[in-house]
């Protein structure tokens, strides 16, 4: 499994220096490790829009029309929520090593 910290930090890396790598560049491994989990941690609480979209996705629709269908909402918000949080949970978490090229 990749490692979402690994990941996001070479992207951020690369993004804002042209180039980030463990072995080469450890410094600027480091710096963008430390944001990547600042910024994988900043994205555990979905947003009202993501929370709609996965509603959306269950419902196929943007309004429930029963007191039932408000119910289901709102449990499947609460749901879509924590599988989202364990998520990202688990991407900050993960033990596996950067993956080399």
Do not use: H
């Not at 990749?2 to 491994?29: F, H, S």
């Not at 994205?43 to 996965?54: L, N």
């Amino acid at each position: 499994m990749d490692d979402m910290v690994a990941r996001v930090a070479k992207a951020i890396g690369e993004a804002l220096y042209g180039y980030c790598d463990p072995v080469d560049t450890p410094n600027t491994y480091s710096a963008a490790t430390t944001a990547a989990r600042a910024a994988i941690a900043e994205m555990r609480q979905p947003t009202d829009d993501m929370i709609a979209v996965g509603r959306d996705m269950e419902f196929e629709r943007d309004n429930p029309t029963s007191e039932y269908e408000m119910i289901v909402s709102y449990r499947v918000d609460a749901d879509a929520t924590a599988i989202w949080q364990t998520m990202i949970d688990a991407a900050l978490n993960a033990k596996n090593p950067p993956r080399q090229p």
